[in-house]
């Protein structure tokens, strides 16, 4: 049947010219050529009228399966010209899809961090507002007003780094205490009363070892107000320490030197571990030493721009490493700026 074999050289040329078609406009033109209105398939399944009417129905059949047979090329085409290096890989099996994806990486936040976060929500809710200050410091700031005098022993208690400055300019320290950024929001809103925190880093040039770091952070509270007292100050901690620590927990202040509060207290909270009764982590006194506390001298509020005759006020500062060490039996200091991501992964 000289239809049929039309038909199929006209389909063995297509496919041939079609592997060979590159390019979105060739594929087109292709399309036109052989599958459009006026194209060959067209033109030559009109001389389907001029043959027999039993054998029609069958040629007909077999131009509809060469028409699909055609587009399902050229769908084949067009996808290989397009996906070309992705499907070649695909089919040399070298994309297994059945293989899991990657799984993102997650950070976490750091454990100092997260009992920084506990801390902030805690005095939050307390009304005080969170405040950062300079980590490079005139030693001024640092010490002098402070109420540090110049060479006085007080000094000796941090161990200071200073930052090399041009000759007969102001020395300048990394800070050593958080303490410094009470003077920066005094004077920021003196004579309005003030509540707020000042977390933060702080340098102290020390032997580096299981408990002290060169770097560490703290955490410094501080309240101005009329009328405020000490028994403000151990209500406020009380509560912090209930929070922090757990219900129950108690706070002892013992008595301290600071040069900036008078009176200064060492602040102890009963020992969480064993509720007070004695272990090894508190060294079986019941009582765990977690910062340093006191009425604002009034040189410090009088630098800050407040009047101490009408102005009082409470500050304290912590050691944000010491209380995660203790709250998660951690042993030694050095793990929280090792980077070690044993340590990092197990806090979520
Ligand atoms: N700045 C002290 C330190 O680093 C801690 C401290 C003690 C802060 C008493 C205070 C305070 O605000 O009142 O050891």
């Known amino acids: 049947m000289a239809i049929a074999d039309d038909l199929s050289a006209l389909q063995k040329q297509a496919l041939s010219a079609l592997a060979e078609a590159e390019g979105a406009e060739r594929l087109a033109e292709w399309k036109t050529v052989y599958l459009g209105k006026k194209g060959q398939l067209t033109q030559l399944s009109r001389s389907l009228g001029a043959i027999a009417a039993e054998q029609r129905p069958a040629a007909g059949q077999a131009f509809n399966a060469a028409r699909e047979a055609l587009e399902a090329a050229l769908a084949d085409r067009e996808a290989r010209v397009r996906y070309g290096d992705q499907l070649n890989a695909f089919e040399a099996d070298q994309v297994d899809i059945t293989m899991p994806g990657r799984q993102p990486e997650v950070g976490r936040i750091h454990p100092v961090n997260q009992t920084l976060r506990e801390i902030f929500d805690i005095f939050g809710d307390m009304g005080f507002q969170i405040w950062e200050s300079p980590e490079v410091e005139t030693d001024e700031l640092n010490y002098g007003l402070l109420n540090f005098p110049p060479d006085h022993p007080a000094r000796d208690m941090q161990d200071t780094f200073y930052v090399e400055t041009p000759p007969g300019t102001e020395p300048v320290v990394l800070r050593t205490h958080t303490s410094a950024g009470q003077i920066h929001a005094m004077r920021r809103y ?117 009047d101490p005759a009408e102005f009082s006020g409470f500050a304290g500062g912590f050691g944000p490493e010491r209380i995660t060490i203790l709250k998660y039996g951690i042993d030694d200091i050095r793990w929280f700026l090792s980077g070690d991501e044993r340590l990092l992964e197990q806090f979520g």
């Open 190 to 306: 003196a004579p309005e009363p003030i509540r707020v925190v000042l977390p933060g880093k702080c340098y102290r040039n020390e032997q580096v070892s299981y408990r002290s770091e060169v770097q560490f952070s703290q955490f410094e509270f501080l309240a101005v107000g009329r009328n405020i007292t000490l028994a403000d100050m151990k209500g406020t901690l009380g509560a912090m320490a209930e929070r922090l620590f757990g219900p129950g927990t108690k706070v002892r202040l013992r008595p301290s030197y600071f040069p900036f509060t008078e009176p200064s207290a060492e602040m102890d909270v009963s020992c969480f571990l064993c509720s007070g009764k004695g272990c090894r982590i508190c060294k079986y006194s019941g009582w765990l030493e977690i910062g340093g506390c006191g009425m604002v001298h009034p040189n410090v509020l009088r630098n800050g721009g407040y």
